[in-house]
Each structure stands twice: as structure tokens, then as C-alpha cells.
């Protein structure tokens, strides 16, 4: 078993993930993975998988790696190398300039066609990974809910992650609604349910007084999300669409001008994906003089970076224990 997206791999133009043929439901794991990259840089798009040469009535085999998007080659097609072998080399060797696509292939396409691509892929992502290593990262992504131990278990999380979210903003609009205040700009659901799941931990686990909390006001010329002025703390909500975890960080440090405190609330997959640029980005502000944490939201709270980090290192000795006394 060879190959999927750990840590944040820089990206520009196209990426390929070669995964061994045996581990089918690795895919699913890798195609949420692809879909979380690609909101980084700004493409929100629905894999397209493509299982055997009956599955191009609505895409052409030709579209593979020369137009934009996710494309994943299932193992089926393997059986069928000889036929359709000229045309994805065709098509491969296409790619260039600034089409944006993601190719998840297994080992048997992988090997066949790599050597025979002119011009290589940007990135070719060779890391390998436990089962317990992929089972930590859904726990992780979930919010730390999911207790799932197939390898299809990243694509079990955005749902239940989403419904934690969900439930905040039910909980905000039924109790405060006078803080679910939307921002001025075109704002996403994603963003004004991470800043309601906020409100809700700054009211019922910190015991924040809801009068001294400010939504989408204006401190001076600037404007965060949530400013709880009884703790001089800024909090703002970052989604990680179009710009990478890490850089978002960047933008916040502006509030240091007016606020003794900052918080970001990002999601669980976003740093798992882009975990050393983010710790990178938080040294730097502590040789600024700022202070910055990231919050992760996870079950009913908020918990910071080193709080995420060891719950993801317990759940993995965990799965190691159980693992060893299966023997």
C-alpha cells in the first residue's frame, strides 16, 4: 500500500496518487483528501470515477488529465490496459499550463503509464500510511466523533463534521439569535456555522456573558468576525476556500493592532492538511509578540492546535494497543 495525501504537498497544476490495487476502499479516502485540496486553491468539484470503458457515456477518456477537475482510475481498468493505454497516454502528456486536475490511479495503471508520460506530473505523491494512520485522520477530521475502522473512513467525515457545525447554529438561532449576524460579504454556510459553533463555546463552556460578545462589528477600521471585548479577544472564522490554512493565518495577524488575544477557528481536515505550514505560521507570530491560537472545533468545544494534536496521538495508541493484542 503506497501513497496518499498526508501533511500539505504544495500544489500547482496536476497531482497524481498511486495506490496499490488491493486497497479499493483507500480510494474513498483519497478522493475526500482530493476534494479538500482542491478548495485551497478554489475548485469545488465532484470527483469523476471512471471504472471501465462503459463509464465514458459522459466523459470522454480523452477529458483525463486535459481539462480541470478530479479524476479517479479504478482498478477495473486495469483489465483493459491494452485498449485504452494510447489514449490516457495521449491525454496525459497533455497536461500543461494552468488546467487544475487531481488523478488518483492504481499501482497497475501507475507503473504502466508513468514511464511513457513526456512531461511528469507536478507532484507524485508516494507516502505510505497504516490503517491506523488513516483511521486517526477521519477521528481527527470528524471532530473527533468517528469511530469508523474501514479505510473508506476519511469520506465517512464530512457529514457528521458538517452536522456538528449544524447543530450550533440550530442551538444559536433557537437561544441568541441576535448573534447570528451574517457578514457583509457573499458568506458561506461553512463560515457562519463555524462562527456560530464559537458563539456556543464562548457561552456555554467559557461562560462568556452574551452582552460583551460584538459579531461582525466594527473595532476601529477593522472588522473581525466575533470580538469578546470583556477579554480583548479577536475570533475569526477561516474556511480554507481559495487560500491555504497556513496563509489565512497572515491575514488575521492585523488584529494585533487593537487586541491583546487571537483566535482562529479553522476546520480538523484543513490543519491536518496543512499542519506544518500552520505551526510554522504560529512560530512565526510568537517571534512577533502575537498571540495567536488556532481552535479546532471537536464534539461540543473548541480545543487548540496542541489539545487536537495529542487527542489524535491517543486515539493512534489506541488503535496500536488493540492492534497488538490482535496480534
Not at 71 to 97: H, P, Q, Y
Not at 168 to 189: F, V
Not at 243 to 256: I, M, R, T
Not at 268 to 277: E, K, N, Q, V
Request: aromatic share 8%.
Amino acid at each position: 500500500m503506497s501513497c496518499l495525501i498526508t501533511g500539505f504537498l504544495p500544489i500547482s497544476n496536476t497531482r497524481y496518487t498511486n495506490i496499490n490495487s488491493s486497497m479499493q476502499h483507500y480510494q474513498h479516502s483519497l478522493k475526500y483528501i482530493a476534494t479538500e485540496i482542491a478548495l485551497f486553491h478554489g475548485y469545488e468539484t465532484n470527483p469523476i470515477t471512471i471504472s471501465s470503458v462503459s463509464d465514458l457515456a459522459g466523459i470522454e477518456l480523452k477529458d483525463v488529465g486535459t481539462r480541470s477537475g478530479i479524476f479517479v482510475l479504478k482498478r477495473d481498468l486495469c483489465n483493459s490496459i491494452k485498449e485504452i493505454e494510447n489514449t490516457l497516454i495521449d491525454s496525459l502528456n497533455g497536461i500543461s499550463g494552468y488546467k487544475y486536475s487531481i488523478i488518483i490511479m492504481p499501482k497497475c495503471l501507475y507503473n504502466t503509464l508513468l514511464p511513457k508520460i513526456v512531461l511528469k506530473p507536478k507532484r507524485i505523491v508516494t507516502e505510505n500510511l497504516t490503517r491506523e494512520e488513516i483511521l486517526t485522520l477521519a477521528y481527527l477530521a470528524s471532530g473527533c466523533q468517528l469511530d469508523w475502522k474501514g479505510y473508506d473512513a476519511l469520506d465517512r467525515t464530512r457529514e457528521m463534521f458538517e452536522e456538528l457545525l449544524g447543530s450550533a447554529r440550530r442551538w444559536l438561532r433557537q437561544n441568541y439569535i441576535s448573534l447570528d449576524i451574517p457578514n457583509s460579504g457573499n458568506e458561506t454556510d461553512l463560515h457562519r456555522n463555524l462562527k456560530a459553533f464559537t458563539l456556543k463555546h464562548l457561552i456555554e463552556n467559557e461562560k462568556v456573558d452574551d452582552k460583551s460578545i460584538y459579531v461582525e462589528s466594527y473595532i476601529g477600521d477593522l472588522k473581525p468576525d466575533i470580538y469578546v471585548i470583556s477579554r480583548d479577544l479577536v475570533i475569526d472564522a477561516k474556511t480554507s476556500i481559495g487560500h491555504l490554512p497556513s496563509d489565512e493565518l497572515l491575514d488575521v495577524q492585523k488584529y494585533a493592532r487593537f487586541a491583546k488575544g487571537i483566535w482562529v477557528v479553522m476546520r480538523p481536515i484543513a490543519i491536518l492538511l496543512d499542519l506544518d505550514g500552520i505551526i510554522g505560521r504560529l512560530k512565526d507570530t510568537d517571534r512577533l509578540g502575537i498571540d495567536m491560537e488556532v481552535m479546532i472545533p471537536v464534539r461540543d468545544k473548541l480545543i487548540t492546535l496542541e489539545e487536537f494534536v495529542n487527542e489524535g496521538r491517543g486515539y493512534m495508541a489506541e488503535l496500536l494497543q488493540d492492534r497488538s493484542k490482535r496480534g
